[in-house]
């Protein structure tokens, strides 16, 4: 593909503008006048349509193949819930927080306020501030509520630790320690959730939270959940809960039932709104009762005639952790997909991801390692360990998918699963889909042993083919057209 500044021909226009009427130094100061050319291609329109829409098929998403992506739920975003975001578009943020400006936006603070209502409700939590900008700030925001929670109570020196399973994510820990905890990891016991009696031994009243998700990251849920809860509390040490895997127990479990007092829910992996390339994302933290005099500002209250206001003057709050309300748009869309769906929907949704991701259990078990072969729940962890016998890694699997057309799977996470391998279909995907992939899937392990050399060349058909991906992560470097 030729590159845009290759085509640039001096002189080319894609668009006339009319000459401009307007003195420029009467608009912006000296200073900032701009001293040379921007060095822009020039081009015709066309030329710039394909240049767009031809790296536009460069990107992988839901919308052209199957995304099977393991804990960060690649969820297909339905295009209705782009209409209901673009009703919100003529809403600028910044009118509500203007004086009196929450007159002139009932309606939209309506739908934040009710969005927070209806996540509270399907978490079993009292509150919700939309504001986080994603999964991971969400918890930031949830440990500093948690935080800011023993403070109040004279405990902000004794609370030194939080605890996390050897299974979690690793933004729980890095979020806890941001805030200024130090951590302690339990293992996973042999049956694939925390081992009860670690956990027992790790905690004491020092403990400040114990941050899980559940189910687990092996896509297991936790039997244990409301003994590991009552234990917690017993220690006056607040229960977090990481929504990423909200998908598998929607309208099942409400995690406020089963002890968690804090919840983040990453709406754009359970609730529309597909993510990637760095957003947008959104992380609404839910929050029991004793912790709602913290949460971030401005927070939407409604007064006894029912109309919403913004409350700003709450000194006790731990103040405001992103912009206006958060990624309003994202919201909108979530918004839309609890309306649409409705509870039988929301359950339907959840016992759907299960389903699929047992399907594919099964039918992969025999080629596949499954080092906690049990039913799972939304996601299922294999292991490429049978595969490495023959010299070949989870991540030339990967590979491999890719030249067949399909995003691969998680690897490599949870750790605690040497060449893992972790898949979750989504509850969107028929079983023509699945079937496809099973065999594809199958076909990469009998070339494990009859032609290893093949996965090792994959991908060919890209146009790069393997990276290193922390070097091409922190040196971009998006004009090389190799
Ligand atoms: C994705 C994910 C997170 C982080 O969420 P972001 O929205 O990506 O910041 C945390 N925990 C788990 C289990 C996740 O899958």
Same mark, same amino acid.
């Given at each position: 593909?030729q590159?845009i500044?290759?085509?640039?021909?001096?002189?080319?226009?894609?668009?006339?503008?009319?000459a401009?009427?307007?003195?420029?130094?009467a608009?912006?100061?000296?200073?900032?006048? %701009?001293r040379?050319?921007?060095?822009l291609?020039?081009?015709?329109?066309?030329d710039?349509?394909?240049?767009?829409?031809?790296?536009s098929? %460069?990107?992988?998403?839901?919308? /052209?193949?199957?995304?099977?992506?393991g804990?960060?739920?690649?969820?297909?975003?339905?295009?209705?819930? !782009?209409?209901?975001?673009?009703?919100?578009?003529p809403?600028?943020?910044?009118?509500?927080?203007?004086?009196?400006?929450?007159?002139?936006? @009932?309606? =939209?603070?309506?739908m934040?306020?009710?969005l927070?209502?209806?996540?509270?409700?399907?978490?079993?939590?009292?509150?919700? =501030?939309? @504001?986080p900008?994603?999964?991971? @700030?969400?918890?930031m925001?949830?440990?500093?509520?948690?935080?800011?929670?023993?403070a109040?109570?004279?405990?902000k020196? *004794?609370? &030194?630790?939080?605890?996390?399973?050897?299974?979690?994510?690793?933004?729980?820990?890095?979020?806890? #320690?941001?805030?200024?905890y130090?951590?302690?990891?339990v293992?996973?016991?042999?049956?694939?959730?925390m081992?009860?009696?670690?956990?027992?031994?790790a905690?004491?009243? !020092?403990?400040? $939270?114990?941050?899980?998700?559940?189910?687990?990251?092996?896509?297991l849920?936790?039997?244990?959940?409301?003994?590991?809860?009552?234990?917690?509390h017993?220690?006056?040490?607040?229960?977090?809960y990481?929504?990423a895997?909200?998908?598998a127990?929607?309208?099942?479990? *409400?995690?406020?039932?089963?002890?968690?007092?804090?919840?983040?829910?990453?709406?754009? &992996?359970?609730?529309?709104?597909?993510?990637?390339?760095?957003?947008?994302?959104s992380?609404?933290?839910?929050?029991?009762?004793?912790?709602?005099?913290?949460?971030?500002?401005?927070?939407?209250?409604?007064?006894?005639?029912?109309?919403?206001?913004?409350?700003? #003057?709450?000194?006790?709050?731990?103040?405001?952790?992103?912009?206006?309300?958060?990624?309003?748009g994202?919201?909108?869309k979530?918004?839309?997909y609890?309306?649409?769906?409705g %509870?039988?929907?929301?359950?339907q949704?959840?016992? @759907?991801?299960?389903?699929n991701?047992?399907?594919?259990?099964?039918?992969?078990?025999p080629?596949?390692?499954?080092?906690?072969?049990?039913?799972?729940?939304?996601e299922?962890?294999?292991?490429?360990?049978?595969?490495?016998?023959?010299g070949?890694?989870?991540?030339?699997i990967a &590979?491999?998918?890719?030249?067949?057309?399909?995003h691969?799977?998680?690897?490599?996470?949870?750790?605690?699963?040497?060449? $893992?391998?972790?898949? !979750?279909?989504?509850?969107t995907?028929s079983?023509?889909?699945?079937?496809?992939?099973?065999?594809?899937?199958i076909?990469?392990?009998q070339?494990?042993i009859?032609?290893?050399?093949?996965?090792?060349?994959?991908?060919?058909t890209?146009?790069?083919?393997?990276l290193? !991906? /922390? *070097?091409?992560?922190?040196?971009?470097?998006?004009?090389?057209?190799?």
């Open positions: 593909m590159l500044y290759e085509l640039s021909v001096p002189g080319r226009r894609g668009i006339k503008l009319p401009s009427d307007v003195p420029s130094a608009v912006l100061p000296e200073e900032l006048l %701009r040379e050319q921007a060095g291609a020039e081009v015709s329109e066309l710039l349509v394909r240049h767009f829409t031809n790296l098929r %460069r990107n992988f998403s839901v919308d /052209t193949n199957f995304y099977p992506l804990s960060c739920t690649m969820k297909y975003n339905a295009k209705v819930l !782009e209409n209901a975001a673009a009703l919100f578009a809403f600028h943020p910044m009118t509500a927080l203007l004086p009196g400006g929450a007159d002139f936006c @009932q309606g =939209t603070l309506g934040l306020y009710d927070g209502q209806l996540l509270a409700d399907i978490t079993g939590m009292d509150e919700v =501030t939309t @504001q900008l994603a999964g991971a @700030q969400g918890e925001t949830g440990i500093m509520l948690i935080a800011a929670y023993h109040s109570r004279g405990n020196a *004794k609370k &030194k630790y939080v605890v996390v399973p050897d299974s979690s994510h690793g933004t729980n820990p890095a979020s806890a #320690a941001i805030v200024g130090e951590i302690i990891t293992p996973t016991a042999p049956y694939g959730d081992d009860l009696e670690l956990f027992k031994k905690m004491s009243d !020092e403990v400040a $939270a114990v941050m899980m998700t559940c189910p687990n990251t092996l896509g849920f936790n039997p244990h959940i409301k003994e590991i809860s009552d234990i917690a017993s220690h006056d040490a607040l229960m977090y990481d929504g895997n909200l998908n127990i929607m309208g099942k479990v *409400k995690p406020g039932d089963v002890g968690f007092d804090v919840i983040h829910v990453n709406l754009h &992996k359970t609730f529309g709104t597909p993510h990637g390339g760095g957003g947008p994302g992380g609404p933290v839910g929050v029991k009762k004793a912790l709602i005099p913290f949460l971030p500002q401005p927070r939407i209250v409604m007064d006894d005639d029912g109309k919403l206001l913004l409350e700003t #003057a709450n000194k006790g709050s731990i103040g405001r952790t992103a912009n206006f309300f958060g990624n309003f994202v919201m909108a979530a918004y839309a609890i309306i649409m769906l %509870r039988e929907g929301l359950i949704v959840s016992e @759907q991801a299960v389903l991701a047992n399907y594919i259990k099964e039918k992969l078990k080629y596949y390692d499954l080092p906690y072969d049990m039913t799972c729940m939304h299922c962890v294999f292991s490429a360990s049978k595969q490495l016998e023959h070949v890694h989870a991540i030339d &590979k491999f998918l890719i030249d067949k057309g399909y691969p799977p998680t690897v490599y996470f949870p750790m605690i699963v040497k060449e $893992a391998i972790m898949i !979750e279909p989504t509850e995907e079983k023509a889909t699945m079937d496809a992939f099973i065999a594809v899937m076909e990469a392990a070339a494990a009859s032609n290893p050399r093949a996965l090792h060349d994959a991908p060919l890209m146009p790069i083919s393997r290193d !991906e /922390t *070097k091409a992560a922190r040196e971009q470097n998006v004009c090389c057209s190799g």
